[in-house]
């Protein structure tokens, strides 16, 4: 792929984060993974880099910032023979120093270095700042697998936001902006993951008064990933409505998600409605398992024992597992 780029190593660690903007213990965490870039070392054990090296780092950071995660790049980069020409990157952002001490331990705080991409992110939703969020998201995306990235860092951001008095309204727009911001980020990714295709279908909605969605569409996108189809209803559905998208779907599990006392007392009272509906065509609504999520239930885990169905997980990333046991495959 990069076959006609110099091949000769005379580039140190530091002009290849110059030249890229790519954190130097970033390309040194995707050497040692997968093998890419390959430097020459040294007798003194210094890494010497390539102008082939230089690029591929640059492709693998174009790649990542668009979406895919970086094994998924470097499969295609693997793969692919003759791909298509990347126009020139944009100057890159200067490489922030506590990054790289992060990503190379040497920090107190830097155990989890995604950690400190959520605080630096909750910074920057603090700050109503979106240009240094999509900044730390997609350097977060050069080094984390996309799952992470999800859970850990967007969900987890807004988990912390929604329980920080100082950025709730009415007084503070953050938990506005934050979630805005997450909720673009998870639709977008729901979109690419294929959900009208797969094994299922699942239906999936917001109770009624539930205005909020976010915990189930992060639950969606990880069932998408794994290859269910699904017919997401999105927030505040009708009883009624639920039942005739039911009846049209026919779908072998429904996910519900309620975010507060008021909404899980909807979901209450919805089960055993639905157990008692008589259809004509035969079709026996007590029998189609019932998933649940919302983060009243991460909050609250003693709710979880007066919902008779099956608690999604923490943060969606569960939600494959919960729902293969709710339908018998595990």
């Known amino acids: ?24 213990d970033t390309f040194r965490a995707w050497e040692r993974r997968y093998g890419v870039p390959s ?21 693998l950071r174009e790649q990542t910032a668009v979406g895919l995660t970086i094994s998924q790049a470097i499969h295609l980069m693997r793969s692919s023979k003759n ?38 992110i909750i910074d920057a939703f603090s700050r109503l700042d979106g ?26 951001a807004v988990s912390e936001i929604v ?29 690419l993951s294929n959900p009208n295709d797969g094994r299922g279908p699942l239906l999936a909605a917001s109770v009624a008064g539930e205005s909020r969605d976010l915990t189930l569409l992060l639950s969606a996108i990880f069932l998408s990933r794994a290859g269910y189809r699904i017919v997401f209803l999105g927030p505040d559905l009708a009883f009624e409505a639920l039942t005739e998208a039911i009846r049209i779907v026919r779908p072998v599990a ?14 209450k009272d919805w089960l055993p409605k639905l157990a008692n509906i008589s259809d004509g065509a035969g079709m026996d609504y007590g029998k189609i398992p019932i998933c649940y999520t919302g983060r009243i239930f991460v909050d609250q885990p003693e709710i979880r024992d007066q919902i008779k169905g099956h608690f999604l ?3 969606g990333q569960n939600a494959v597992e919960a729902v293969e046991s709710a339908l018998g495959r595990r």
Not at 1 to 24: C, D
Not at 256 to 267: F, G, K, N, P, Y
Request: net charge negative.
């Open 163 to 191: 329980r920080t008095p100082e950025y709730l309204p009415p007084h503070s727009p953050v938990s506005h902006f934050a979630r805005a911001f997450v909720q673009r980020k998870f639709a977008s990714l729901y979109n």
């Open 313 to 315: 997980g923490p943060s």
């Open 83 to 120: 791909p298509a020409p990347t126009a020139p990157l944009p100057a890159a952002p200067p490489v922030e120093p506590d990054i790289e001490e992060v990503l190379a331990g040497k920090r107190s705080d830097s155990h989890d270095p995604l950690i400190t991409q959520r605080r630096r």
């Open 131 to 156: 240009q240094a969020a999509e900044h730390i998201l997609q350097e977060t995306y050069a080094w984390a697998e996309l799952e992470v990235v999800l859970a850990d860092l967007l969900y987890g």
């Open 254 to 267: 429904v996910c519900l998600a309620a975010s507060d006392e008021i909404t899980v007392e909807t979901l």
């Open 39 to 59: 430097p020459l070392r040294t007798a003194g054990n210094q890494r010497l880099y390539s102008e082939r090296d230089i690029r591929i780092i640059t492709w």
């Open 1 to 24: 792929m990069f076959e006609r780029l110099s091949a000769e190593p005379i580039y140190n660690t530091r002009a290849v984060v110059r030249r890229t903007g790519v954190p130097a």
